[in-house]
């Protein structure tokens, strides 16, 4: 029996305690809390038997769908034990363990939710048009990604090809794109569906969503400038989606709930909720391990609540790995933005990366977005970070 | 033991033997094949042990997978077989079977690849510009749907909330769609994927995709109008999609390939096939019980098989149940429009359905495609039917 020593100001203390699949050599994947710079196999810790078998699972979704009562009772019974003497056969050191995809994705929807990222992106996508839609302040615009291609943190991202056409020329073009860019955002994933035909309210968004992961939706600008009109984005997007291998309990974020900025005009009556689902997050970008950007998750016009409202609103059944994500984060200051196509303005303010003057991404370029949370008595929640490297086009 | 008659004209004739999932009462749901008025249960026809275990199985995915070799033999037994005396314990009629969703959907992408209902709804829904946009003739135009919405023929669809917001209101108001309507289309059933980073070229179409299905699209305009600008539809079409329960394979459709009607300009390199995957398949559209359409998907501009090379050039990966349709089939001619907003031109020009002038859908109103294809000798080749009936709001 060993005590985890967690060292001081680790985002990863008893307060937060996120979920994730891991495995060591030669074993088979299963679900682990992180503390400190250790992973606790839960299906050691507490046993794989009955309820307690969704933790010798390769993916979190059995325990997801067990739902919110038993999500709080087991947080409650790993809190009170790891504290105290823990069996040496469930503790791994975190750089010993591969982490995998932390749930089988069902099906992706990427929100939007950023009025500044949406402005920033109409003036660069539409300059001679409002850079707000009509519908923009109504709902949280959003649509379907492809869940086969989110991948965990870690995973290359190979150069997507597809066709371009810059404005001045005649006719597109194949080949990899030349304008690869990240989307930084934070993901919300379902642990308890909702039937066809069914909704789920505004106020019992956390009877639903089990925690949130950092997303790196990859975007290749060009691919996506050519194609989205009229059905929105696809290929531009679907080569690859990145995401954190920890998913944060709503549990750990409740000291990172604020208010909203505030809405105007006010929304329609299924969007408007009594609670507050404002998150205290700050993300970090690093691009090349050199910090770009700090785009705060506190700004976004839209709750996670409200966005999960919305998209079953119309009678969409929602599903047990259900992953849907917020849109790039950005704040109203430039090292705020959490897109290069904005922090660079379109590629002609370009950034400055270990010396070098930098506007989209190089092959072999590596971006590592963080973050932290707002915990409770000064703490702060970690949610690890995703990170990812781009090859060449094949 | 019995030989199976089928009525003369079936288009469920040996030559097609689409592939389903059925049950009985009190039963389990297996992997049958639609003879005439029969079905034929695989896992006794052929065992369910080794590879055959597959036919045991809810769904068809995990026979999809085995892929185009397997296939093939499959195929090969049971033609050999359904000519002669057959096991009586193998045989149910059609009536007496529950047909469940044939697939587990993995992802869903909606084409829009009729070139005269692009130029419809273009006229349509943005009526002071070209009806199609520029990259139209330049690639085929999709994106993602809902996959966990896809239901089988027969599922009642709740008619959808959402905003809906007309040209001369001045905000968006919550209720019911106003403006229900249906897509008719063919969706492709990817049996083999390809890995991330990976693609399918247009001449290995068959060697990824098992068969084809009819899909009804199902489509509220108001919510749809109001909500697709940037990003595309999203609550206006995730509410349901209905499949018909049949997978017509690839192989039945042999004798209905043709040349597309031609592409102009040539697409790019990486969407020339040598291959003819144009398909002379006649579906009709009926109301009620009154036919009101009858779209020819020969029409179609983009092929099947551009479609599934161009989803996966990018390197995006592609699984086993993944799901793609041609997007709405609409011929030149007014009665081969695949969807009653063009039919009724926007609500404008009703048709009349038993007697009464009707334009978007009622509550209780029932909608049902059926299809063919030509086969071999003058035969034809059922897809069934997909079918649905519209309850009220909730």
């Not at 999500?71 to 069996?87: C, I, K, N, S």
Request: with cysteine.
């Amino acid at each position: 029996m060993s005590v985890v020593e967690v060292p001081a100001g680790s985002p990863f203390g008893r307060e937060n305690l996120p979920y994730g699949v891991f495995s060591v050599a030669g074993g088979d994947p299963r679900v682990g809390v992180r503390l400190g710079d250790t992973v606790v196999d839960l299906s050691v810790l507490l046993g794989a038997t009955g309820d307690d078998a969704v933790f010798a699972a390769a993916s979190l979704n059995p325990f997801l769908a067990q739902g919110p009562a038993r999500w709080a009772q087991v947080r409650e019974r790993v809190t009170a034990l790891v504290g105290g003497d823990l069996p040496d056969a469930a503790l791994h050191p975190v750089r010993d363990v591969a982490l995998h995809l932390p749930f089988e994705v069902a099906d992706y929807v990427d929100f939007y939710a950023s009025e500044h990222h949406a402005s920033n992106l109409g003036r660069l996508f539409r300059p001679d048009a409002e850079p707000l839609m009509p519908n923009w302040k109504h709902l949280p615009v959003g649509y379907h990604g492809r869940a086969g291609t989110v991948v965990v943190s870690g995973t290359d991202v190979v150069r997507p090809c597809g066709q371009r056409k810059a404005p001045d020329e005649a006719a597109p073009t194949y080949g990899p794109s030349r304008r690869l860019d990240i989307e930084a955002e934070l993901g919300f994933v379902v642990g308890v569906g909702s039937p066809l035909g069914g909704r789920i309210g505004v106020d019992e968004f956390d009877q639903h969503v089990f925690g949130a992961v950092l997303v790196n939706d990859w975007s290749a600008r060009d691919i996506q400038a050519w194609e989205y009109v009229p059905l929105g984005p696809h290929l531009g997007k679907s080569f690859a989606t990145s995401v954190s291998p920890w998913v944060v309990p709503l549990a750990a974020l409740q000291a990172a709930r604020v208010p909203l900025p505030g809405q105007d005009p006010p929304p329609l009556e299924y969007l408007r909720g009594s609670e507050d689902w404002g998150l205290d997050v700050d993300l970090v970008v690093e691009w090349n391990g050199e910090q770009v950007a700090r785009p705060p998750y506190k700004e976004m016009y839209w709750s996670p609540a409200q966005m999960l409202a919305h998209l079953t609103v119309n009678g969409a059944s929602a599903r047990t790995g259900d992953l849907f994500a917020s849109g790039t984060i950005s704040g109203p200051e430039r090292h705020q933005r959490g897109a290069f196509i904005e922090l660079t303005w379109g590629g002609r303010e370009p950034v400055t990366v270990k010396g070098e003057e930098r506007t989209f991404l190089l092959d072999g370029d590596e971006v590592t977005i963080s973050a932290t949370a707002s915990g409770p008595d000064g703490t702060r929640i970690g949610f690890g970070e995703v990170t990812g490297r781009i090859t060449p086009a094949r």
